[in-house]
């Protein structure tokens, strides 16, 4: 932090820099963004970081498959994929530089090595290490916009290795930490919803949301910010402001540790997941280290799991259910198929079809009722829940994904999201006579047991 | 140099790694060149060069134009457009390193820095000041197949520079001087031939030239190896074999600082350039530094000049002509308008539409008659010579463009060309009555004095 300064890093997402016009968008939005002064009165510095134009990234990709072909996909050399698949946002930086330039301003593009960007050498989903700021401190010192390319660092072998998807976000993140900065997370939405306004009329932009309430809502689907960038910001205490790149002007979310606005409330959104596949081994005996004997070989072979529940089955007896992608399902039910005898299971269903539908608030932790509340409204619609998953701030039901949508207006409606103010019903418009009922006791509802943060 | 090794660095072009497929045929030579044991039965060792695929370079450029439209390209930042380019070449590395794994062995992309490859900060243009080759021999020592992106180096900034068009075979000429190699340049053509073969019939492709007939050939405008990467080759003495990258079968010129074959040769082999333009500036009082006050503003302004000729045009008084790519004619035109005054010219000529044919030879240098008997060539077949310039191994003709083709093949014919053996006769077959009429006189010819190199 340079006194007399105030810095933000601005980050500009494929979508955002697709062409050159949506560039010169951007580059206005920085330009605007470095002419106003700051919070104290300070002279703003900007810092730019970018991701791959567009599909560039999808085409890279692709093209690598083109020279891959016949070769299996595992064995694929993922430092190999790392030093192509950066390309893309090296590309950009260079092209974002240009265009700022071209508006009369001093810039220079930033390669992740250049920019002093380190990383460990998990190639397809490296982690940073470390931040050396000395590049960008003398760029800012000189009033040279620095644009770096998002997504990537070098790792300790002198290769170029990539942070995954939404790694951009995470650079963002990482130097804004480093450079004792706030964070802006340009995209194409206006910020954090209460639900997916496309899913439910009356869903609201929220004015601020914590980092854990993003964490399980980017956990649960949410595409708006990558959870390892929420985490990371979480960490480094980063402020991150979510908006619009090309209509900044109409409003953002912002995410921090406390969300004052939020006082009141116990939900402060909803989150829909479609296509989730559930697989249930029926009738395990239930000896010690039987849950690994499962979730190992899964892991194994790369399958994320989404929530998992036990639940007794008989004495000494489970049934052990988890949910997934459903594009996922199949190589999961395979997996656990072959090693059903091994085990000693009974049986392995597999269905798909599923959604769930989560309320996710940071008020929950402290307030009882949510829960019996949320359920409830859906008895009032008439929702038929098939699994029910919590964790500290998040309950979340498995439905029917012809389910989901009513599902989730139902709610959203119940915890009045749609109202700027929270209302005195706002621990739920149905319920609210659920007093003393905590989440605790909901790991002992008939649907199952619940284990989170799997 | 590894004792007991014999390397080999072989750089393939942008149309000879265009897809999957023209990219499989060059993994395939490299695997079978490095199957093979070096002249002294040495183990072979390969390294690869590659260049952007196909139109890569071409497309990049056209999208840094859509982001500085508007703006003077001269003011583009050169820097900014280098880090931009250097992604074609690093891409093509990273699929081609992929391509030798798919095919079973190990390999290893490398960008220029990670390459060891370092330049000067002359962006678009920049010179390789340093190799150092550790990266690259580690990797060697592994059996890993090192796959360098051409045409970059690490600037003394930190930025990535690119060494202009041409620039990944001055690579892989910098490589092969580094580690002690041979050369290999892979492109879409069978070596180097005493004409085009598209033009004259009969030309046939050489076995050998020297640096210097290539160096002459490439500043005429032959497209097979860049002149900055014959130069380089010339100076550390890396012998250069051009040769087809899917047909390398199909026979290889080599590039060496003496060719025994073309013994009895004075010319080797003939070169057309078309799209010829010419300036003239008449009646100029021929004092000291006028020369300077013409070339300097067109040097400024980024104007390369071929062939400068001046002659007398009674007493005190210059005529000063040269020639350039027509494309430039009217900017430089503009220029010299622009300067008439100041500098006493009496009127300012412009032509087009014309082509420079000529006959390149290292044999050239120590045989009286060449001219001579080209010139009567000419005079057979009733060509109007509108200027003639020469080096030590070169003499050029100017003629109308739509004579340039003909003009081709009269010479090609005349120094019997086509045939493998030099004949007794190869001093040319029309004239060989020159004997005692160096070159030297050349320059009193009527046409025009000469003066190369420029």
Redesign the interface.
């Given at each position: 932090m340079v006194p007399g300064t105030f810095t933000v890093v601005q980050k500009f997402g494929g979508s955002s820099v697709a062409?050159?016009t949506k560039?010169?968008a951007c580059a206005k939005h920085v330009l605007k963004t470095k002419s106003q002064v700051g919070p104290k009165g300070e002279k703003t510095r900007v810092v730019v970081v970018v991701s791959a134009m567009g599909d560039t990234t999808d085409d890279?990709i692709a093209?690598?498959k083109?020279?891959?072909?016949?070769?299996d996909s595992v064995n694929?050399?993922t430092?190999?994929?790392d030093?192509?698949l950066?390309?893309?946002e090296?590309?950009a930086?260079?092209?974002?530089?240009?265009?700022l330039?071209?508006m009369g301003h001093k810039a220079?593009?930033l390669?992740g090595w250049?920019a002093g960007i380190f990383c460990d050498e998990c190639f397809g989903r490296a982690s940073i290490t470390k931040i050396d700021p000395n590049?960008l401190e003398e760029l800012l010192s000189q009033d040279i916009i620095p644009v770096i390319a998002g997504f990537q660092g070098l790792a300790p072998d002198?290769?170029?290795a990539t942070l995954g998807r939404g790694g951009s976000d995470t650079t963002a993140v990482a130097i804004a930490g480093a450079l004792g900065a706030t964070c802006e997370i340009l995209k194409d939405v206006h910020g954090v919803y209460t639900a997916d306004p496309r899913l439910v009329p009356g869903a609201r932009r929220l004015d601020a949301v914590t980092y854990d309430e993003m964490l399980e809502a980017a956990a649960l689907g949410s595409q708006v910010i990558h959870p390892r960038a929420v985490e990371l910001a979480k960490k480094l205490k980063v402020p991150v402001r979510v908006l619009h790149s090309h209509e900044p002007e109409k409003g953002s979310t912002v995410i921090v540790a406390e969300d004052p606005s939020a006082a009141g409330r116990a939900v402060t959104s909803v989150v829909l997941k479609k296509a989730v596949g559930r697989i249930s081994i029926r009738g395990l005996n239930n000896r010690a280290g039987v849950q690994s004997e499962v979730f190992s070989p899964i892991a194994a072979a790369g399958v994320p799991v989404d929530d998992i529940i036990q639940e007794d089955d008989g004495p000494g007896t489970i049934n052990l259910t988890f949910t997934l992608d459903q594009g996922d399902a199949p190589k999961a039910a395979g997996i656990v198929r072959a090693i059903a005898g091994t085990i000693g299971a009974q049986a392995v269903r597999i269905d798909g079809a599923l959604s769930t539908v989560s309320a996710v608030g940071a008020g929950m932790r402290n307030r009882p009722g949510v829960a019996a509340a949320l359920f409830e409204a859906l008895k009032h619609e008439q929702v038929v829940v098939e699994n029910i998953t919590t964790s500290e701030i998040r309950i979340s039901v498995v439905v029917a994904e012809a389910d989901g949508p009513r599902t989730a207006r139902c709610i959203h409606k119940a915890f009045d999201l749609a109202s700027e103010i929270a209302s005195s019903s706002s621990v739920g418009s149905v319920g609210g006579t659920g007093a003393g009922i905590s989440i605790e006791p909901l790991r002992e509802v008939k649907a199952g047991s619940a284990q989170s943060g799997v």
């Open positions: 062409d050159a560039m010169a890279l093209l690598s083109t020279v891959t072909a016949g070769s694929t050399d430092r190999e994929m030093q192509l950066a390309t893309g090296q590309a930086s260079a092209l974002v530089a240009l265009t330039q071209r220079r593009s390669t250049q590049a002198g290769s170029v």
